[in-house]
């Protein structure tokens, strides 16, 4: 009986043993007869659309946006806005000292100020949008026009637009490196893009040909910027998009179809010149 215990014990002893023993050997990275399985990945299926940049910020306008300016001129002392007949939606307003002068009255402007077409350097109003985008003067501090000389033109790269045909362009910021352009289509390329994408353009001055166009796939004009140290001058017959930023001033041809505000350190001329169709210019806010 006690050799029957004695074996029992012994037993019960070895048997976990041989049970662990049983299962290292069969991890063991010296086994021969184990099989590796490899994990599988799922394959990447890569887009053969094409992938636009993502563009830079969004200038900001401040009060000169959000009180509704879609022109907007005289940071320099006797700045004036000449004006034949036009389609205006939006604030019209003319500083420090200047005056808007016509010859024929506004053919539409729709507005707050629609009872009298434009605001006095008085205005509050007028004041904080001319500061919103001037600060205090171009080459000064402050404003979205010396913001954007000062802290995105050194990002710019150098474009030089073709003399004829279409040029086609993704979000970005831009130098651009011949002040005309005269005979070029422009195409703002955002297709594949987020519709917030930007763009920022640089120039001493710009001119636009007659009759050309400027399309835009998937940008927002309110997105895009011109920020000209000189002068704009927009050809007849045209149409344009985009915030207008000029430490000088802006000429309007006969008939420009424009989307987007117009913003000049001196003055802004819509009498136009040309051989446009009707000589009313439009302006509608983006």
């Not at 500061?131 to 995105?152: D, K, L, S």
């Not at 987020?194 to 710009?206: D, G, R």
Request: aromatic share 8%.
């Amino acid at each position: 009986m006690k050799k029957l215990i004695a074996g029992s014990l012994i037993l019960a002893v070895m048997l976990p043993i041989a049970f662990m023993t049983g299962c290292g050997s069969s991890n063991s990275p010296t086994s021969t007869n184990a099989t590796s399985t490899p994990t599988t990945v799922p394959a990447t299926a890569t887009s053969t659309a094409t992938i636009v940049p993502a563009g830079p910020a969004a200038l900001s306008l401040g009060s000169a946006l959000t009180s509704n300016f879609t022109v907007l001129a005289g940071e320099l002392s006797g700045g004036y806005i000449t004006d034949s007949a036009e389609t205006i939606y939006g604030n019209l307003g003319v500083g420090n000292g200047g005056a808007e002068t016509t010859s024929t009255p506004l053919a539409l402007f729709v507005g707050a100020n629609a009872s009298n077409p434009y605001l006095t350097a008085s205005n509050a109003t007028l004041i904080s949008a001319l500061a919103a985008i001037y600060g205090t003067g171009v080459g000064g501090t402050g404003g979205a026009y010396n913001n954007a000389e000062n802290n995105v033109l050194p990002s710019a790269i150098s474009e030089t637009f073709a003399g004829s045909g279409t040029t086609s362009l993704a979000p970005g910021i831009y130098s651009v490196t011949a002040n005309s352009v005269a005979g070029t289509n422009l195409t703002l390329e955002n297709a594949a893009g987020n519709p917030n994408n930007a763009y920022v353009f640089f120039a001493t001055n710009f001119q636009t040909g007659a009759n050309t166009t400027m399309t835009l796939h998937n940008v927002k004009a309110a997105n895009v910027f011109w920020v000209i140290t000189g002068y704009m001058d927009l050809g007849a017959d045209s149409t344009f998009a985009g915030n207008i930023l000029s430490g000088g001033y802006v000429d309007f041809g006969f008939n420009v179809a424009m989307e987007g505000r117009v913003f000049a350190n001196n003055y802004i001329d819509f009498t136009g010149t040309g051989t446009g169709t009707n000589g009313v210019d439009s302006i509608t806010t983006p």
